[in-house]
């Protein structure tokens, strides 16, 4: 008996795409997701069919999957939001990403003998996934998993340096840039301008933005799989302006060093 319309299209999209095997259902799944993370967690038919160039049955139809595996809910203005069963996904992740970096942030703190951090942006906010203290006693200390907002911190500026300006100025909309010293930046063409800034040197700085008395350094993890930053952080009185010419090559080489050991990991 000749296959239904229906069988057919179920069968178009399982098939392999392309030379590297991939299930083609399952990369327009994923890739939806992601747009959805990028758009900020919510987003409408839409605009996933103007972003994706995909057709709006094929999304709604694999929007319905999604819902029904609780990777996606949607909400009672008929938009679709990003679901709970994702957190455990990417708490998960997180940690492993954290145990892989361990290594190469010990490295870090007995290179500069600071605290060495690694954080990724998630959705509006960055999260500390892993820590390596100093050894000195007066040291700065983050408890992995806490999030903060990107605007006030040297990581939060790495991982937005290269993302385009609107969307920028979209998370910072929907954040309110409050201060969280007197020397936060809370103005969008001010932060802006700071970005450019990290574009330039190829670092960012937190010069007592997040916490009086403390200054950071930050660095992007070149090529991560997940947008990646790592930092060190300690007291202004022995992170000073004049260590940067130490501190940041030694940061950018354990982030290329960092970038090549996650892709290790990656399947080819």
Not at 9 to 21: D, M
Not at 67 to 88: D, F, K, M, S
Not at 113 to 123: F, I, P, Q, R, V
Request: proline content about 7%; charged content about 20%.
């Amino acid at each position: 008996m000749p296959p239904t319309s229906a069988s057919t299209s179920a069968a178009a999209e399982a098939k392999p795409a392309g030379a590297g095997g991939g299930v083609q259902s399952l990369e327009r799944a994923f890739d939806l997701l992601e747009r959805m993370a990028d758009a900020g967690g919510e987003v409408g038919l839409s605009e996933l069919s103007s972003s994706s160039g995909l057709p709006l049955p094929t999304i709604h139809r694999l929007m319905r999957t999604l819902v029904a595996c609780g990777y996606v809910r949607q909400q009672p203005n008929r938009r679709y939001a990003l679901g709970p069963r994702l957190i455990r996904l990417g708490e998960s992740a997180s940690r492993l990403l954290g145990t892989w970096a361990r290594p190469y942030l010990a490295r870090l703190v007995e290179e500069t003998g600071e605290t060495a951090n690694m954080a990724l942006l998630d959705g509006d906010e960055i999260v500390y996934v892993a820590q390596v203290p100093s050894r000195h006693a007066v040291r700065m200390f983050t408890e992995v998993g806490r999030r903060v907002l990107p605007h006030s911190t040297g990581v939060g500026k790495a991982l937005l340096a290269n993302h385009p300006p609107e969307e920028v100025r979209a998370l910072l909309g929907r954040t309110g840039m409050p201060a969280a010293t007197e020397k936060t930046i809370t103005d969008p063409d001010t932060f802006l301008e700071a970005l450019a800034d990290v574009r330039r040197l190829g670092y960012a700085v937190d010069d007592n933005e997040q916490e009086i008395g403390v200054r950071c350094f930050a660095v992007p993890v070149p090529n991560s799989p997940t947008s990646a930053a790592i930092s060190i952080s300690g007291p202004t009185g022995r992170v000073t302006e004049a260590s940067t010419d130490k501190i940041v090559p030694v940061l950018q080489e354990i982030a290329a060093q960092l970038s090549v050991a996650l892709a290790s990991q990656s399947p080819a």
